[in-house]
């Protein structure tokens, strides 16, 4: 009977933990479309964005700049969404956003992405 109990707790625990995943991507994927549909319609490219969300122009944005940028454009935040927007693009944990995090992160929401062999190769008709 416990090793049932200990299987269920288990589970459960791999479930939430599955479940948070999830819903951290579905997050990340709101937002970054959001952005991506501001900044096309602002028509600016990812270096025209950076630099106005970049407000004290030192190269990076910091997570008070990436917030101020939510908040002006409408994208409902509370802290913990915060810290998950921050740690999406800042990929190297240093506690700001590069240019070139800024845009990894969204170069493939942004109508004006570049696209890459790989990603149409399959639709070559020969």
Not at 59 to 82: A, G, Y
């Amino acid at each position: 009977m416990q090793g049932d109990v200990k299987k269920k707790k288990i589970s459960e625990v791999m479930y939430r933990i599955n479940d948070r995943a999830a819903m951290k991507e579905r997050i990340e994927e709101r937002t970054l479309t959001h952005i991506a549909t501001y900044m096309d319609k602002q028509e600016w490219d990812l270096n025209r964005l950076f630099n106005f969300i970049n407000t004290d122009q030192d190269e990076f944005i910091s997570d008070v700049e990436l917030f101020e940028m939510l908040d002006l454009i409408h994208v409902n935040t509370n802290q913990q969404l915060r810290r998950i927007m921050l740690s999406m693009f800042d990929t190297n944990k240093d506690g700001k956003i590069s240019k070139q995090e800024f845009k990894a992160k969204l170069e493939k929401y942004t109508r004006k992405a570049p696209i890459a062999v790989e990603q149409i190769e399959g639709d070559i008709i020969a």
